[in-house]
């Protein structure tokens, strides 16, 4: 009988624990739920940029033991070295090239495919296509077709100008950047032209009908209803295109290798180069940092400016 | 007047007509061209490749460079680690993406800067996370290994899964789960006996392209692995300044890896915009 009355007991208080532990979870149930997402960001990004943070004030090097505090004299070369701005200078060109032409083709495209007509659901899965593939093969696609001597490309130019054209399309200053930002615009059109589609398949149909109407010739229509409504979305896809415009790395390593010498580095890839193959650690974490707060800066600017209004 | 106006419109639609089309059609030469040529390069004969003019078909097609790129190349290695990494990857990432997604949605959870922390996440440098990860990895012994990979791959997919689906609980009904509250369910009973079933869709989606991302990803890949865990992408620096007789097997190994992410792709196409804007465009 005793022995039913404690185990009766335990059954209570255990109960009674659970409870508790239940009403607890159920008040913070939120928290909870988010837990896991935000441990992990906190452990595996947050962490390592508070950890890059004294990588960037001492001298770590896996030569050298021990890490002697330097200051700031890692910032200092980074910002001395001319290579870094050429490449800063580089990637804010490319970016801004590679931008600006997929945001006008993509344009181009969405207003071409807007409206329905035969064949147009067969053309759609193949211009979406390049979103897909990584951008290391689309650097391989493009070494192929623009090789020299036995590509394609300089064998079609030849037969179209008439005249031999060889052109050095990786090693040849401009061809090598014309041929970068046409890796990118290859892969990168579709991103804006689904997007700007989007953008204008939302506008009411009745605008366009109202516009006709009126007498508004097709340019008049684009100028006057169709690029004010489309001027949000327009710049929600610039900015996200822009923000990874900057990162750009994959193209560069496997068609140029930042060549000839460092004509072809963007900022990336200069610390890459500076961090993973001549193993400056401090010196290119230095650098990314520096890399990260202008990146913090256009981020603040745009997403703030740009995606507030947008984002419900 | 307005006669005259509406005939000129009528020849401007006209020429636009054309253009419209010429245009497309140029468009889809440019897409196509290098997918063409990258799976003819792949099933010619190594003795076509120095040839002037180009090949446009070879005479004789082979396979041996998907052989040679697959096992010479270490190709089906890279292939089984892309395959473990990039599913497993998927599934931590949906799954964290899910439970804060709901909570962001639900609960409101940490207000708006709790999301647009985990937004911002998205547009980090990468070069400024993987040169302390590269450091901490090789302490961790997380250097080189899989799960290395697949935890830094679940924290870089996590803004997008959070955010396509706090963007797909927004959307769906709360009534139901308000219903299991008043019959007695607890707030994790409603989210996982109620929500949870009816988020599956978007839970697919989500899933889908965290795995492409993760499938077609090379820069962390790049600099967390050597001869381990390498994943697909990676063995593309075995080509590089890389020789005319190794088109053949580069061409192959590109094949092999973007039939799959295509293949998936076309999958979510619908959900297309949604997935590249995190939800922030309704497509």
């Known amino acids: 009988m005793a022995d039913g009355v404690s185990v009766n007991g335990i059954t209570a208080r255990r109960s009674a624990r659970t409870t508790a532990a239940s009403s607890w979870a159920e008040r913070h149930i939120g928290w909870l739920l988010v837990a896991p997402a935000v441990v992990l960001i906190l452990a595996l990004t947050i962490y390592p940029l508070i950890y890059s943070v004294w990588v960037a004030f001492v001298n770590y090097d896996f030569e050298i033991p021990g890490h002697a505090f330097v200051g700031l004299q890692n910032f200092r070369q980074v910002i001395a070295d001319p290579i870094a701005r050429w490449s800063l200078l580089n990637t804010a060109i490319l970016s801004v090239a590679c931008v600006a032409v997929e945001f006008l083709l993509g344009l181009m495209l969405a207003l071409a495919m807007v409206k329905p007509f035969r064949g147009r659901a067969l053309i759609m899965p193949i211009l979406i296509v390049p979103l897909f593939i990584s951008p290391v093969i689309v650097g391989q696609f493009w070494s192929l077709l623009l090789q020299q001597p036995y590509g394609p490309t300089n064998y079609l130019l030849s037969k179209l100008l008439g005249t031999p054209v060889q052109i050095s399309w990786l090693t040849q200053t401009p061809w090598n950047f014309i041929a970068i930002v046409t890796a990118d615009v290859w892969q990168w059109t579709p991103f804006m032209f689904v997007i700007l589609l989007a953008g204008l398949t939302s506008i009411a ?90 990146s913090a800066i256009i981020i603040a600017v745009l997403v703030r400016r740009l995606l507030r209004p947008e984002v419900r | 007047m307005a006669v005259a106006r509406s005939r000129r419109g009528a020849e401007f639609r006209l020429g636009f007509g054309a253009v419209r089309f010429l245009y497309l059609a140029l ?80 609960f409101n959870t940490g207000g708006s800067h709790l999301s647009f922390w985990v937004l911002s996440q998205r547009f980090l440098p990468p070069i400024a996370i993987v040169l302390p990860v590269f450091l901490l990895y090789r302490g961790w012994g997380l250097y080189d290994t899989r799960i290395g990979l697949i935890l830094i791959y679940t924290v870089i997919t996590l803004p997008l899964s959070v955010w396509m689906m706090y963007a797909y609980f927004r959307q769906l009904p709360k009534e139901m789960e308000e219903a299991a ?40 890949a790049l600099n967390l692995t050597s001869r381990n865990a390498f994943t697909l992408p990676t063995i593309f620096r075995s080509f590089l300044g890389f020789q005319a007789s190794q088109y053949g097997e580069a061409s192959a190994l590109a094949v092999t890896s973007l039939v799959p992410s295509i293949i998936l792709g076309m999958l979510v196409q619908r959900h297309l915009v949604r997935g590249l804007t995190l939800g922030a465009v309704q497509g």
């Open chain 2, 27 to 106: 468009f889809l030469l440019f897409v196509l061209a290098p997918l063409y040529w990258v799976v003819v390069t792949s099933i010619k004969p190594t003795s076509d490749y120095l040839a002037i003019p180009p090949v446009w078909f070879p005479a004789e097609p082979t396979l041996v460079h998907y052989t040679a790129a697959l096992f010479a190349y270490r190709g089906f290695a890279g292939l089984i680690n892309s395959v473990i990494v990039a599913s497993a990857t998927t599934v931590l990432s949906a799954l964290l993406g899910t439970l804060m997604g709901y909570s962001l949605a639900r």
């Open chain 1, 205 to 294: 149909p009745e605008l366009f009908e109202a516009a006709e109407l009126d007498g508004a010739t097709p340019w008049e229509t684009f100028r006057h209803v169709t690029l004010p409504l489309l001027t949000p979305i327009i710049l929600l896809a610039i900015t996200f295109r822009l923000l990874d415009a900057v990162k750009l790395f994959d193209v560069i390593y496997v068609m140029t290798g930042g060549g000839p010498g460092s004509s072809t580095y963007t900022a990336s890839f200069y610390l890459y180069q500076i961090g993973f193959q001549q193993f400056h650690l401090s010196k290119a974490t230095a650098g990314s940092w520096i890399f990260l707060i202008l």
């Open chain 2, 181 to 220: 509250l008043v019959d007695g369910c607890t707030r994790f009973g409603a989210f996982w006996r109620v929500a949870l079933p009816l988020a599956g869709p978007g839970i697919v989606v989500a899933a889908v392209f965290a795995f492409i991302f993760v499938w077609t990803e090379f820069f962390f």
